[in-house]
């Protein structure tokens, strides 16, 4: 194991240069470009065996790498916010084949306005594609999902590609002290792909068929069972990992100060540390503050916030999205959750960060703050009057 | 095969129990091309026909191996399984992909032209009915001038579609690809050797396949063969090829047929006038002209 000082972007590399992926596609777009950069040079210096194609699109990126897999090969590309958009036909296609590419996802903000900085609206926009959707919050995480990613996509009762999600320039850029694993461990952590959902020249196979009503439903429960079927398997992978390399993570979601905390603020990515530090804060006010930072958004861990909020007074989502016309996304998803657990109390929604713009630590405060006093239910960070901007004006309760 | 012939292919069948319609050109060419690829090609189809007649789940109709692409990803998903399979060990195989004219020359074109300027090592073939007749007969890059289509109507005012064809053969040709060639299914033999041709050659290989559709022709099913005969024979198409950065003619009418015989037989011109036909007989000579001018004949 060495240690090295890298960014997001060289973290996630050097974790697939770990993971060997047989044929890596993709197209450059800001601010992914640096990891396909870095995995140019692992395979120009041959530390990296793998097939390099230089597509011309995202939609060819994706393409080459469906077809790449329904060779049986292990197959990678990176893309981010128009990248993901101009890609998206193949992400349905990729996840209803069942072919389980791992994608880096350099969360962006979406044109127009054009705008190369992090938000999540790529990303959340494509929580229907059937991907599994899990967002890094620092530079070794993003280098263990690359490993760990495979293992749960590849895995026989998930086979499902999986989006890894960096926010652009906060996470793809900042670099930070990072353990590389040895290869050795990630061979034993991560087998070589085996799969009988490719081309097989003993017994020829039709792929990627068409589908009509009278069967197409089954093939559309079994990719959902499969997406279910991770939650399992992300625990098993997550132990597995830390047998090998020592570092535990916690599954779909990673509470903070929870237990006995009477106002909880639910994010995800990058944005989740600084919120940790604010309610550390808080704490020693005696404000009992705590954070839930959503690690995967599909599957969806439905149980586990409502678990973590179950005892909570009130909370808030802070997310760098929003369903226009409604409400953050992130949130929809988190209060159904506590709907169906049977869980009512007041929730309040903050969208912050869009097209790159900082959440600072005074923000996040008053967004505690807002929480504890009550909020509209759809606020955004730096406009003062809600209802000038889409706040639904219903006041103060969402329940 | 040495020298293949029709009566010599292989009496394997790859594309069988399919529903494309009777006399359906796009079917031949998959089929014949099949046949001489043999059982170790794996083929890559976008939406159109022939996904449509050969892919539905249970019925599903390639005996070898086959995928369906994304409608613009013809090429690209073509990159990936001859990668895929390279890294995989396997170096006994033929990655084709069989587009109609509208995922060859529309939507398609991006990366067929990606692939192209990576040599990448594949067999394109563009089976061209010159409209979208998956969905019902729609005007595409490869329409030619004057046929009707449904989204180029032929009235008083506007007889039928206005613009020539794409030149996708030498558009192909433009990269500097190491085999590109045209054929027609009414010259079988021809499209055959020119398969087994690209069959040897390393890198991209692009084969522009007139295919006839009966029903968006408005001939009959017993007419296609015919008709692409009858469409090399009066000029309106030729066979040729382009290797080595030279083009060559392979296949040159004495005396070409009658252009408005041709087209009068055919519903999807019916309408046009002898103004139109004087201005697609003055376009099929100018293209002969530059033939004549830059491709060898042998």
Same mark, same amino acid.
């Given at each position: 194991m ?8 060289e973290a996630?590399?050097?974790?697939i240069?770990?993971?060997k992926?047989d ?5 450059p777009i800001?601010p992914q470009t640096i ?5 140019s040079e ?6 990296l065996?793998s097939?390099?194609?230089?597509v011309?699109?995202?939609?060819s990126?994706?393409s ?6 329904a060779?049986g090969a292990r197959a990678?590309?990176a893309?981010s916010?128009?990248?993901l958009?101009?890609m998206?036909?193949?992400?349905y ?12 996802n350099a ?5 127009l ?6 938000d999540q ?8 594609s ?6 890094a ?7 263990d999902?690359a ?8 895995d026989?009762?998930v086979?499902?590609?999986?989006m ?8 793809t850029?900042t670099?930070e002290t990072?353990?590389i694993?040895?290869q050795a461990?990630a061979?034993?952590?991560l087998?070589p792909?085996v799969t009988?959902?490719?081309?097989d020249?003993?017994n020829?196979?039709n792929?990627?068929f068409s589908a009509?009503?009278?069967?197409n439903y089954?093939?559309?429960?079994k990719?959902h069972t499969?997406?279910?079927a991770?939650?399992e398997?992300v625990a098993?992978?997550?132990t597995?990992?830390?047998?090998i390399f ?8 990673d509470?903070y ?9 639910v994010?995800?990515g990058?944005?989740?540390g ?6 550390d ?7 009992k503050?705590g ?6 958004m599909?599957p ?21 999205d929003?369903?226009?016309g409604?409400e953050?996304?992130?949130?929809t998803?988190v209060?159904?959750a506590?709907q169906?657990?049977?869980?009512h109390?007041p929730g309040y929604n903050?969208?912050?960060?869009l ?14 703050a807002a929480i504890?006093s009550?909020a509209?239910?759809v606020n955004f960070l730096?406009?003062?009057d809600?209802e000038?901007t ?8 969402n329940? | 095969?040495? /020298?293949?012939?029709?009566?010599? $292919?292989s009496?394997d069948?790859?594309?069988y129990?399919?529903?494309?319609c009777a006399g359906?050109g796009?079917s031949?060419a998959?089929?014949?091309a099949l046949?001489?690829?043999?059982q170790n090609a794996?083929?890559v ?6 996904s449509?007649v050969?892919?539905n789940?249970?019925? $599903?109709?390639f005996s070898n ?6 409608f613009?990803?013809?090429a690209?998903?073509l990159?990936?399984?001859e990668?895929g399979?390279?890294?995989k060990g396997?170096?006994d195989f033929t990655?084709?992909?069989f587009a109609? +004219? ?8 991006q990366?067929?032209s990606?692939a192209?300027a990576r /040599?990448?090592n594949i067999i394109y073939?563009? +089976? +061209? /009915?010159?409209?979208y007749?998956n969905?019902g007969i729609?005007k595409s890059?490869?329409?030619?001038f004057g046929?009707?289509?449904t989204?180029t109507?032929?009235g008083s005012n506007?007889h ?6 794409k030149n996708m053969?030498e558009i192909?040709?433009a990269?500097g690809?190491?085999?590109?060639a045209?054929?027609s299914?009414?010259y079988i033999t021809d499209?055959?050797k020119?398969v087994?041709?690209a069959?040897?050659i390393q890198?991209t290989?692009?084969?522009?396949v ?6 968006g ?6 007419e296609t063969v015919?008709i ?9 198409w030729?066979?040729?090829e382009?290797?080595n950065?030279?083009?060559t003619? /392979?296949h040159?009418?004495?005396?070409f047929?009658?252009v408005?015989?041709? $087209?009068k037989?055919?519903g ?16 099929? +000579?100018k293209?002969?002209a530059?033939?004549?001018k830059?491709?060898a004949?042998?």
């Amino acid at each position: 194991m060495s240690r090295k000082f890298l960014s997001g972007n060289e973290a996630f590399a050097e974790g697939i240069r770990l993971a060997k992926p047989d044929v890596i596609s993709a197209y450059p777009i800001t601010p992914q470009t640096i990891v396909v950069e870095r995995l140019s040079e692992m395979v120009e210096d041959g530390s990296l065996k793998s097939d390099f194609i230089h597509v011309e699109s995202e939609h060819s990126a994706l393409s080459c790498a469906i077809g790449a897999s329904a060779a049986g090969a292990r197959a990678f590309t990176a893309t981010s916010s128009q990248g993901l958009l101009y890609m998206a036909e193949c992400l349905y296609y990729a996840s209803g084949g069942r072919f389980p590419i791992v994608m880096m996802n350099a969360d962006r903000s979406t044109a127009l306005p054009w705008n190369i900085y992090g938000d999540q609206r790529d990303s959340l926009s494509q929580l229907d594609s059937g991907w599994i959707q899990v967002y890094a919050e620092n530079a070794q995480e993003a280098l263990d999902l690359a490993l760990m990613s495979w293992r749960i996509a590849e895995d026989k009762r998930v086979s499902t590609p999986v989006m890894v999600n960096l926010d652009g320039f906060v996470l793809t850029h900042t670099y930070e002290t990072v353990e590389i694993p040895e290869q050795a461990q990630a061979d034993k952590f991560l087998p070589p792909y085996v799969t009988d959902n490719r081309i097989d020249f003993a017994n020829p196979k039709n792929l990627a068929f068409s589908a009509g009503p009278d069967t197409n439903y089954i093939f559309k429960y079994k990719a959902h069972t499969g997406m279910l079927a991770a939650k399992e398997v992300v625990a098993e992978t997550e132990t597995a990992f830390a047998e090998i390399f020592g570092r535990q993570y916690s599954g779909l979601l990673d509470s903070y100060r929870t237990e006995d905390a009477e106002i909880i603020l639910v994010t995800l990515g990058s944005i989740a540390g600084l919120c940790r530090e604010v309610t550390d804060r808080l704490r020693a006010h005696g404000i009992k503050a705590g954070v839930v930072r959503i690690r995967y958004m599909r599957p969806f861990p439905n149980e586990e916030i409502a678990a973590a909020l179950k005892n909570a007074k009130a909370f808030g989502v802070l997310e760098k999205d929003i369903s226009f016309g409604n409400e953050g996304t992130v949130f929809t998803n988190v209060n159904s959750a506590l709907q169906k657990a049977g869980i009512h109390i007041p929730g309040y929604n903050f969208i912050g960060g869009l097209g790159g713009r900082n959440i600072s630590a005074g923000e996040i405060g008053e967004i505690f703050a807002a929480i504890q006093s009550g909020a509209n239910s759809v606020n955004f960070l730096g406009i003062d009057d809600a209802e000038k901007t889409g706040g639904d004006g219903n006041g103060k309760s969402n329940s | 095969m040495a /020298n293949p012939t029709a009566e010599k $292919l292989s009496r394997d069948e790859y594309f069988y129990g399919h529903k494309a319609c009777a006399g359906c050109g796009g079917s031949l060419a998959v089929r014949a091309a099949l046949k001489v690829l043999g059982q170790n090609a794996v083929s890559v189809l976008p939406a159109g026909c022939m996904s449509a007649v050969g892919f539905n789940f249970p019925q $599903l109709c390639f005996s070898n191996n086959s995928i369906i692409s994304t409608f613009a990803g013809t090429a690209s998903m073509l990159t990936g399984i001859e990668a895929g399979l390279r890294a995989k060990g396997y170096s006994d195989f033929t990655a084709v992909g069989f587009a109609g +004219d509208g995922g060859t020359a529309d939507i398609g074109i991006q990366a067929l032209s990606g692939a192209i300027a990576r /040599n990448d090592n594949i067999i394109y073939i563009c +089976d +061209d /009915n010159e409209a979208y007749m998956n969905t019902g007969i729609q005007k595409s890059g490869l329409t030619p001038f004057g046929a009707r289509t449904t989204t180029t109507p032929a009235g008083s005012n506007i007889h039928g579609n206005l613009r020539p064809k794409k030149n996708m053969f030498e558009i192909a040709a433009a990269h500097g690809i190491p085999y590109a060639a045209t054929a027609s299914v009414g010259y079988i033999t021809d499209f055959i050797k020119k398969v087994e041709k690209a069959s040897k050659i390393q890198g991209t290989k692009y084969i522009h396949v007139i295919a006839p559709c009966p029903t968006g022709w408005g001939i009959q099913p017993d007419e296609t063969v015919e008709i692409a005969k009858e469409v090399v024979d009066c000029g309106l198409w030729y066979l040729a090829e382009y290797e080595n950065g030279e083009f060559t003619l /392979n296949h040159k009418p004495k005396d070409f047929s009658s252009v408005e015989a041709y $087209l009068k037989k055919q519903g999807r011109f019916k309408h046009l006038d002898l103004d139109d036909i004087k201005t697609i007989i003055a376009s099929r +000579d100018k293209k002969w002209a530059y033939i004549e001018k830059n491709f060898a004949y042998r």
